[in-house]
């Protein structure tokens, strides 16, 4: 593991590890989640991840956060009615205001004693805010893990990403505006 300085310049907030905001969110899945095909509905899973998400961006942040985006969320198997979902979320990445939250989704049958499966995983961007809705400096991550370490430093690819696919539109956009 490495160590890692404060990110963004003038950020004098002690470090916290990994572990200090990491959180789980469980709850049975019940008839109204269900979309028409009579699995729980990709909506009401995706509110447990942000819901998840905001907590851990709280707790890391010490306040109010919300949520600036959201990556790759993705589906790997249905969820069913009955089924006990467990949101896993940690604080993979942070910049002077910004948290990347990552979220692993995993499910069980309520009533059998099978392991539970993951069935999603998404990247969400939170913004620290004050209570006047103004952004805040975050303490920065500290990675606990060599797990964490790599988790940080693929949430920095992600973030340069982020930012060179927005930069590209924006430079489109100021091409081509609207014909």
């Known amino acids: 593991m490495t160590d890692h300085a404060p990110i963004g310049a003038g950020n004098e907030l002690p470090g916290k590890p990994t572990a200090a905001s990491r959180t789980t969110l469980s709850t049975i899945m019940t ?31 010490g306040g109010p956060a919300v949520t600036a985006s959201m990556d790759e969320m993705v589906f790997l198997e249905p969820v069913r ?9 940690q604080c993979n990445w942070t910049g002077r205001t910004s948290m ?53 430093q693929e949430a920095q690819i992600r973030r340069t990403h982020r930012l060179a696919r927005r930069r590209a539109i924006r430079e489109l956009r100021e091409q081509r505006p609207d014909e």
């Open 100 to 152: 990347e939250i990552g979220v692993r989704v995993m499910a069980e049958r309520w009533n059998e004693s099978t392991p539970a499966q993951q069935v999603g995983s998404a990247y969400l961007v939170f913004a620290a805010v004050d209570a006047d809705g103004k952004p805040r400096t975050v303490p920065p991550v500290v990675p606990d893990s060599e797990r964490n370490e790599r988790r940080f």
């Open 31 to 61: 008839a109204g989640d269900t979309n028409l095909l009579g699995t729980v509905h990709g909506g009401v899973i995706m509110k447990l991840v942000d819901d998840a998400a905001g907590a851990v961006a709280g707790r890391h942040s």
């Open 81 to 89: 009615v009955g089924d006990l979902v467990h949101v896993h979320a």
